[in-house]
């Protein structure tokens, strides 16, 4: 499903059009199966996307804590959709923090920061997974939660 | 944003087409189909509206020529026109890469699903007194799509 414009879109300008479709389309399923239905199906869908994504961005950056700062840097937060603060970075690690992001902004403007954080933040735990199963993250707080800053720890597991 | 109705579509497709199917799976093909086709029906219904106040003009000619050539962006389509006034707009669709994109996915009963249903709620969109035909689609297997807007004047 890529093509040549895909590269003239951005990561965020992508997610604003995907929900376009997919905010009202999972009021609808909350209206009509009840939230947690809605949940389980929507999970179930984002767990999987987010996986293929880490294995497709794996394949393009490599596996590395190195290459996944670049993803962060270059394709989450391309054309000015979030500022990321890197704090520390090793082979075995990589800490920063986003302190502006522009992904809770939109969700935050339509007031919909809970459908923001299950379609989007949620995609990060099991988007690890697909990139390196050697990594994983932990994140305490997020911007679309509310917080200051959002706090992503990686890990190599021990 | 000036991104092409098709590549909008394509992005759209790949968070429908799993989500539709996982419902589908849980709830069975019509429940899942008929819960898809009441949320696409609003999203489009609404479209269908913007797009009439934006043009400001009750001629269907004129609204229908403008909402499909931004379908048709990026060489999404080829139409011909049959004929076009203040109450009808009639064309044949010859070529769809909408229907292509699905086709290769191997989901074009889910590319009629998501994109040739959205037709006619966008059409309603337009009004109550707009009506839309069609008895075939390009997704659907046939040579061409046979749209005929019509505002009905009774």
Redesign the interface.
């Known amino acids: 499903m890529t093509d040549a414009d895909e590269v003239t879109i951005s990561h965020l300008q992508r997610r604003k059009i995907e929900g376009r479709v997919l905010i009202p389309f999972i009021q609808t399923l909350k209206e009509k199966l009840g939230e947690n239905a809605m949940r389980e199906v929507l999970d179930a869908t984002i767990g999987k996307l987010a996986a293929d994504d880490g294995a497709a961005w794996a394949e393009t950056y490599g596996q590395t804590t190195a290459s996944l700062r670049t993803v962060a840097q270059t394709l989450w937060a391309g054309g000015g959709a979030m500022d990321v603060q890197v704090l520390s970075e090793s082979d075995d690690r990589l800490d920063f923090n986003v302190t502006r992001c522009r992904y809770a902004e939109f969700y935050r403007e339509l007031g919909l920061s809970d459908i923001g954080y299950r379609v989007h933040c949620n995609r990060d735990h099991a988007m690890v997974v697909g990139f390196n199963n050697e990594l994983e993250l932990s994140r305490r707080q997020t911007i679309m939660e509310g917080a200051a800053c959002c706090d992503f720890r990686f890990r190599k597991k021990a | 944003?000036n991104?092409?109705v098709i590549?909008?579509a394509?992005?759209?497709?790949?968070?429908?087409v799993?989500?539709v199917k996982?419902?589908q799976a849980?709830?069975g093909e019509e429940r899942a189909n008929a819960?898809v086709r009441?949320?696409?029906g609003?999203?489009y219904r609404r479209l269908g509206e913007q797009w009439r106040r934006a043009k400001d003009t009750r001629d269907v000619g004129e609204s229908m020529a403008s909402a499909f050539a931004a379908f048709a962006k990026?060489d999404a389509l080829d139409y011909s026109v049959r004929s076009q006034s203040q109450d009808t707009y009639e064309i044949n669709v010859t070529r769809c890469r909408y229907a292509e994109f699905y086709k290769e996915?191997r989901q074009p009963e889910l590319g009629f699903l998501l994109v040739c249903s959205a037709d006619f709620p966008f059409a309603e969109g337009f009004g109550s007194d707009m009506e839309l035909t069609r008895t075939q689609t390009i997704m659907a297997g046939a040579s061409h799509c046979d749209f005929r807007y019509r505002r009905n004047k009774d």
Do not use: N, S, T
């Not at chain 2, 394509?10 to 429908?16: E, F, M, P």
């Open positions: 944003m991104i092409p590549e909008q394509k992005i759209q497709a790949q968070v429908l799993p989500l996982a419902l849980e709830l819960l009441k949320a696409l609003d999203i990026g996915l």
